[in-house]
């Protein structure tokens, strides 16, 4: 007897066991065959082609409206490419009809929202085209950090429902639609992490600065005098607190890829008053402070020059108490605001938390699989 021995190429050749994928009544094999080659291969293909392109540059908003010239053209060309593939590549395998009805129907759901969002985003980044003008820079900025994120919702979206409705979901579908579930659970997570920590941070610095601020308040109505340094240093540390604690907290906040565009502008907003409010008001104070006692120094020989240095120190304390009064006044309703803003973002936090891990739970289970109760 001959015995041939099986060489590594004889093991690369051998036949790979493919599984059988249950088609609707009606539709053979051959049917689905066709259509997966000339239709729904490139679909996915096209699809998955978009959302790494855009990936790349999928900076969060705050670095897209702070990043440098050279970094903004090359996430524009990336995103106007995008926009080229998604109409010529992308958009006719959505106009196909499909021998699955539910695979038809996502297609039409997907051309549906494909002509909307060609309209509202696509049309205003293909009116610039791939150069962008160095005076079209800041309308660039602004216009990638509401478009992205619509570009992608629409890709990820619509790719998950037509790779759902595909025949060989059973066995593929955990593949294509877990790929970023990840990533973005672990961004939904990180950030209520940090705005978890922020209405902590700010819940207790809200506490004390209404505290102190409030009864400082009322001195300067009151007295219209600057207060003395013992009386000013805790109101000193507090502001100190704003600057070195708050704000570092708040631009970590910010520069998270989820922050989403209005809220982004709102908590710019509210950090740029406090941060500028704080800072004026320990200089408006050291000035004011240094004046006082370089007034009290100087003693002049006659009556007339005492009366007058009187008048100078009156009157120093009336203009800089008022300065002080508008400042804290001011500042004290911005950290209101900003721990209300705070507090409802995060209620509303945890609903999109919330409803994104239900979703999970009921898009990834297998097919067969009966509910099951998520624990915390």
């Known amino acids: 007897m001959t015995h041939t021995r099986r060489t590594a190429k004889d093991k690369r050749q051998e036949p790979v066991v493919r599984y059988e994928v249950e088609l609707p009544e009606g539709v053979t094999t051959a049917d689905w065959g066709l259509e997966r080659v000339r239709v729904q291969n490139p679909s996915i293909r096209s699809y998955l082609g978009c959302i790494r392109l855009l990936e790349e540059v999928l900076d969060s908003n705050y670095a897209i409206l702070h990043c440098s010239p050279e970094r903004l053209l090359k996430i524009w060309r990336q995103v106007d490419e995008v926009c080229r593939l998604m109409r010529s590549e992308l958009r006719p395998t959505l106009e196909e009809a499909s021998v699955i009805p539910s695979l038809g129907e996502a297609r039409r759901h997907a051309q549906d929202h494909f002509r ?15 150069s962008l003008p160095t005076d079209k820079l800041p309308e660039a900025r602004k216009l990638l950090c509401v478009s992205i994120g619509k570009i992608y919702a629409f890709l990820r979206d619509t790719f998950g429902e037509i790779v759902a409705s595909d025949p060989r979901s059973r066995h593929d579908a955990d593949y294509f639609l877990s790929r970023r579930f990840a990533q973005d659970i672990e961004e939904s997570e990180w950030l209520y992490s940090s705005v978890y920590e922020l209405h902590d941070l700010l819940e207790g610095l809200k506490k004390a600065c209404s505290a102190e601020f409030t009864d400082l308040l009322s001195r300067l109505r009151q007295e219209r005098m600057i207060p003395p340094e013992p009386a000013w240093e805790q109101t000193r540390k507090l502001l100190n607190n704003l600057l070195e604690d708050l704000m570092p907290k708040l631009k970590e906040v910010l520069s998270l890829r989820s922050v989403r565009v209005n809220d982004m502008e709102t908590l710019n907003a509210h950090a740029s008053t406090i941060s500028n409010d704080s800072r004026s008001l320990l200089e408006v104070y050291a000035v004011g402070r240094g004046v006082i006692e370089e007034l009290k120094r100087v003693a002049g020989p006659t009556l007339d020059e005492r009366e007058k240095r009187v008048e100078s120190l009156v009157s ?32 509303g936090i945890e609903g999109r938390r919330s409803l994104m891990l239900a979703k999970d739970l009921v898009e990834f289970r297998p097919q067969s699989e009966k509910p099951v109760r998520r624990i915390r």
């Not at 909307?116 to 791939?130: D, S």
């Not at 108490?321 to 995060?346: G, V």
């Open 316 to 347: 120093c304390h009336w203009v800089v108490s008022e300065r002080m009064f508008e400042l804290l006044s001011r500042l004290n309703a911005s950290l209101r605001n900003l721990a209300q803003y705070i507090a409802d973002s995060k209620v």
């Open 116 to 130: 909307l969002l060609a309209a509202t985003v696509l049309a205003p980044i293909e009116r610039y085209g791939p």
